[in-house]
């Protein structure tokens, strides 16, 4: 059986989701290959690509190797941004040359732009790619096609560097990305860069209003708490409460570590 993933920002009131695993099912039967198709969210903030971006680089390693992650957040839809896939470490990505794949760049990958209309829908929306393009390409891709088979080799994938954090005047600067279900506001700084920014010296975390100057190891410590979330990524938390609403913090929220 092989393994595909769907991740996308549409939500459920409408029926695309179910469109587009209509489409692989259906494929998948015409091909005689065993899918099994495995919902991740659909719940991303609408075209919030960053968010996404997160969000895969959090879930894609935990599938076993051969899995095909298809990832639709696509403002772009329908203009001449790519179709593409990603290959990296044993694992297939299909989606949007849109940034979408930026923190998987920083490692050994190959990418490859859908151009073959073999692997496509035989009539292409310029509105739906996820059913048109990316659906039925990840069940050839399940197949067992090479993904040089789609297209041309792509060398300069999108890349986003305002995804990462950064040090300005010494001072390690990031941003709130995203939030879970509880309202913790999980930041874009991986633990490994703020443990070498901090290694020499005590810190100072600000975000609005509220400081921190510890790392608490779990959310009940105290009752508002920075820790090192299960993704690896600093967030904010409150217990029994969400610090989102509580202090209103949004998305591109600064978030400011300071040596003292």
Same mark, same amino acid.
């Given at each position: 059986m092989k393994i595909i993933t769907l991740l996308t920002d549409f939500g459920t =009131?409408?029926?695309y989701v179910g469109i587009m695993k209509g489409v692989m099912l259906n494929l998948a039967m015409d091909l005689d290959v065993d899918i099994e198709v495995v919902d991740i969210t659909h719940d991303i903030e609408p075209q919030d690509i960053r968010e996404a971006a997160f969000v !895969?680089?959090?879930y894609y390693s935990f599938f076993p190797p051969g899995t095909v992650h298809v990832t639709v957040v696509d403002p772009g839809v329908g203009t001449n941004r790519r179709p593409i896939i990603l290959s990296k470490s044993g694992y297939f990505f299909v989606g949007p040359? /849109?940034? !979408? *794949?930026t923190l998987l760049l920083d490692e050994e990958f190959e990418t490859y732009? !859908?151009? /073959?209309?073999?692997f496509?829908? =035989?009539?292409i929306s310029n509105t739906f790619h996820g059913r048109d393009i990316f659906a039925p390409s990840a069940v050839y891709?399940? =197949?067992g096609f090479n993904p040089s088979s789609f297209g041309e080799k792509v060398m300069n994938p999108v890349f986003n560097a305002s *995804? &990462?954090?950064d040090i300005i005047n010494d001072v390690l600067i990031g941003e709130v990305v995203r939030f879970d279900r509880f309202g913790n506001a999980i930041t874009n700084i991986p633990y490994e860069f703020f443990e070498e920014f901090t290694s020499k010296q005590g810190f100072r975390i600000r975000i609005r209003d509220l400081n921190f100057t510890k790392l608490s190891k779990t959310y009940m410590d105290d009752e508002l708490t920075c820790v090192v979330g299960s993704s690896g *990524?600093?967030? &904010?938390?409150m217990f029994s409460g969400s610090i989102r609403d509580t202090f209103s913090i949004t998305k591109n929220e600064k978030v400011r570590v300071e040596l003292v």
């Open positions: =009131k409408d029926p !895969i680089k959090e040359d /849109n940034g !979408i *794949y732009q !859908i151009t /073959n209309r073999d496509m829908l =035989k009539r891709l399940a =197949k *995804y &990462f954090p *990524y600093l967030e &904010f938390a």
